[in-house]
């Protein structure tokens, strides 16, 4: 459902980036409000007559009809039930409330139409772009504060980076699936690299704050490589859109922004 011209344009996908004001939780001039209006557009444009009001494409459950009948591919869901433990949704809005309460410019990025839904097993988390606006949470991410609160971080970027492709894909037409991610996990695209070290970025970024706690910031370092990683496997690939280049750019830029901190850490140990 993204746009060709943005496929192809370096001109037009700098002219969007400029008015988003660049990646979701990687800049700070980053226009949330413009993103989801921009979202939900494409979503009527591809089925103009499902919803007389353009607030209703942003919709989680409306979202999904969208995308179920106008995605080219198909979904079989992901095994789960709504989300209403009483002591899991309290634990999500205690990690969401600290999250907020340090990243302060990030609240408008939690704020936002979703849906949680549990998972059985062992799983951590996860979503998918073709259940937009849904995350999928395990009982293991309620093990402790610190992963909550990673988990969070990790499917919330997800869902702001998948908005971003669905105004234009990350990866062109026909990208084969040979990446392997620095976890070692093969078989993925070169937007799931992206996605990835997104999320690596914005959970970095976060446990490498001012003021965070040693185990925080060993996190944090951890994740810098990770994301380093995925940084050198997207760099100057030929199968990047013009807009995924600037996702990459921008994870780049971070990567480099957390390298002082990093130095002066080693020198100090």
Known sequence: ????????????????????????????????????????????????SAYPTLAEYLDPAKAADVYRRNARCRTEGVESVPLEDPRFVEQITEATERIITRMPQWAPLFRIPLHYRHMPGSHISCTTALIPQTIFLGTPAFAHDRLLEETLLHEHAHVWLTFVSELCDLQVDGSLTHFTLP??????????VLLAGHFAAAAARYFCRPGADADSRRRGTELVGYLGGCVTTAAGHPELTPVGALVQADLAAARELHHPSLAKETAAS
């Open 1 to 48: 459902m993204a746009a060709d011209s943005l496929m192809t344009s370096p001109a037009r996908a700098a002219e969007l980036w400029q008015a988003l004001g660049g990646t979701p939780f990687l800049s700070d001039t980053f226009r949330p409000r413009t993103l989801l209006s921009l979202a939900a557009a494409a979503r009527r444009r591809a089925d103009p």
């Open 183 to 192: 976890s070692g996990t093969s078989g993925k695209s070169l937007r799931g």
